[in-house]
């Protein structure tokens, strides 16, 4: 086995031969995963494939997996906007490009302010407004920025800090994936996708409470636009859940829960699959959930599934004084 085969599937740095010029050699360089060919080799590279003859080699060397590319922050918006909306708060008002909201207390997300871009005035100033809004709902002030934007720069600057006491957790990963992709066996249970969720539906996801009118606001927007997927087992008996929204163009999922004694049996996969289908049927191509950096089974539930990474947000409130 020569070099080249011996580097198949590895990310390399290939130098080769593109011609002359007045009567000297030309060579060009292309970085990316090796695929070698008998006469041929190809590196996929970020701008597509290059296509090399082998005798055009000149040196190759393996180096370091390329360093993940972060997202456009157009793209963190645009994904921060839907899961808002896939997660309706009953107030909800605009500041600029800031959305304020309030949902009685129920979920972080529901209850702060979401700085995405310019809020119209100063940061202090619309940091202020968060602060009247909040005490006019009832709520304690608090602001969700994407970590590392400038808005997370901005809001930090003016003193405001980590919400550590926050229990569901202060700093989030922003999952997405391809629908196509999401598919697992379907395994001993029935499960089903109604578009309102039924007494089980409530009593596991509530752990046999009933919901409040704001918790009915906030997940049940009964407008088709939500299926409340439920598995049972053999006996009938409802052992497993999640909540999928249709967001713009992308499926939206949250609330995934499967009782204790299901676990591990691939239920939870069985469930995503089952809300990417009822998904796709309605022309939808992409997911995307939101899942605490410290819920570590849940991440390993999502990356083996096809999950990744696409950013991340952060919970930020007033200094204690």
């Known amino acids: 086995m020569d070099l080249l085969d ?24 292309a970085v990316g995963e090796l695929t070698p060919g008998p006469d041929t080799v190809t590196v996929e590279t970020r701008r597509g494939p290059v296509h090399v003859a082998r005798d055009a080699v000149v040196a190759v060397r393996a180096v370091p997996p390329a360093p ?24 909800d008002e605009r500041l600029g490009a800031w959305r304020l909201r309030a949902a009685g207390g129920y979920t972080g997300r529901a209850n702060a302010a979401l700085a995405l871009g310019d809020p119209g005035m100063p940061v202090p100033e619309a940091l202020d407004a968060v602060r009247a809004f909040a005490a006019a709902h009832g709520i304690p002030p608090r602001v969700t920025v994407p970590t590392g934007s400038p808005w997370d720069t901005a809001v930090s600057g ?79 008996a409802a052992v497993g859940q999640v909540r999928a929204t249709v967001a713009q163009d992308h499926l939206h ?20 699959a089952a809300a990417a289908g009822w998904a796709r049927a309605r022309g939808t191509r992409f997911g995307v959930l939101q899942v605490a950096l410290h819920n570590t089974g849940a991440r390993a539930l999502y990356e083996g599934t096809g999950w990744t990474e696409h950013h991340r947000y952060r919970y930020l409130v007033p200094p204690v004084r």
Do not use: Y
């Not at 993940?68 to 107030?91: F, I, M, N, Q, T």
């Not at 049996?265 to 995503?272: I, S």
């Open 158 to 236: 003016a003193g405001w800090v980590l919400d550590t006491g926050h229990a569901a957790g202060a700093e989030v990963a922003v999952l997405v994936t391809g629908l196509a992709g999401v598919t697992a066996d379907g395994g001993p249970w029935t499960i089903t996708t109604p578009d309102r969720p039924d007494p089980d539906w409530w009593a596991m996801g509530l752990h046999g409470g009933t919901p409040t009118p704001v918790q009915r606001h906030v997940l049940d927007p009964a407008d088709g636009s939500t299926a409340f997927v439920l598995a049972r087992d053999p006996a009938g």
């Open 68 to 91: 993940p590319r972060r997202a456009s922050w157009g793209a963190v918006v645009h994904l921060e906007e839907l899961c808002a909306d896939a997660w309706p708060a009953p107030a």
């Open 253 to 272: 999922l949250s609330w995934l829960e499967v009782v204790p004694a299901a676990r591990r049996r691939g239920l939870g996969a069985a469930l995503m």
């Open 6 to 29: 011996s580097l198949a599937g590895r990310r390399v740095s290939l130098r080769h031969r593109v011609g002359d010029r007045d009567g000297r050699p030309l060579f060009s360089d």
